[in-house]
T-cell receptor, first 112, second 113 residues
């Protein structure tokens, strides 16, 4: 079983819809990253969370440490949001070993 | 402009021919890391470095070497490439650790024949 699971694997939606992408992990973490990989392949960091909620523009990320779950929301989705969204966690079990463990990503397609 | 650069961006080579993929950052970051990305497997960490002369293995280090002689550079070395190392490779850096925001290079697509 993967330590980090993302759902859904693929998501297609109409422009303007509210989008939710989920990330669940099986062990304790100290931090979680949300990344965006553009169709051209480049990867950018969207958020780093250790608790609570963060907002940047139309993007909102939340994390529930007790439930071992994080969500990435996109409001008023736009075709330029089409990308692969990846969550990555810094596991507590890795403390002293600075590794990141990644989910396999959610491919989002927004149709005009 | 703050950035992470990788070279080459594309490389086709043959089994056994040693190669180096360079990575450089201009943000004075202490933490640098190499990842490979394969379909269905996502990103996996190869090696990382916490500072000059400090490197450690990630999840898939076999067949790779790294060095960190200067803070800005973190080259990835494949001494004897094999076809199973055909992949998309990313270098990344952050201020101090994997806890900080990660800045990724543009990627290097490697094909080993």
């Amino acid at each position: 079983k993967n330590e980090v699971e993302q759902s859904p694997q693929n998501l297609t939606a109409q422009e303007g819809e509210f989008i939710t992408i989920n990330c669940s992990y099986s062990v304790g973490i100290s931090a979680l990253h949300w990344l965006q990989q553009h169709p051209g392949g480049g990867i950018v960091s969207l958020f780093m969370l250790s608790s609570g909620k963060k907002k940047h523009g139309r993007l909102i990320a939340t994390i529930n440490i007790q439930e071992k779950h994080s969500s990435l929301h996109i409001t008023a989705s736009h075709p330029r949001d089409s990308a692969v969204y990846i969550c990555a966690v810094f596991l507590i079990s890795n403390f002293g070993n600075e590794k990141l463990t990644f989910g396999t990503g959610t491919r989002l397609t927004i149709i005009p | 402009e703050a950035q992470v650069t990788q070279n080459p961006r594309y490389l086709i080579t043959v089994t056994g021919k040693k190669l180096t993929v360079t990575c450089s950052q201009n943000m004075n970051h202490e933490y640098m890391s190499w990842y490979r990305q394969d379909p269905g497997l996502g990103l996996r960490q190869i090696y990382y470095s916490m500072n000059v002369e400090v490197t450690d293995k990630g999840d898939v280090p076999e067949g790779y070497k790294v060095s960190r002689k200067e803070k800005r550079n973190f080259p990835l070395i494949l001494e004897s490439p094999s076809p199973n190392q055909t992949s998309l490779y990313f270098c990344a850096s952050s201020l101090m650790s994997s806890y900080n925001e990660q800045f990724f290079g543009p990627g290097t697509r490697l094909t080993v024949l």
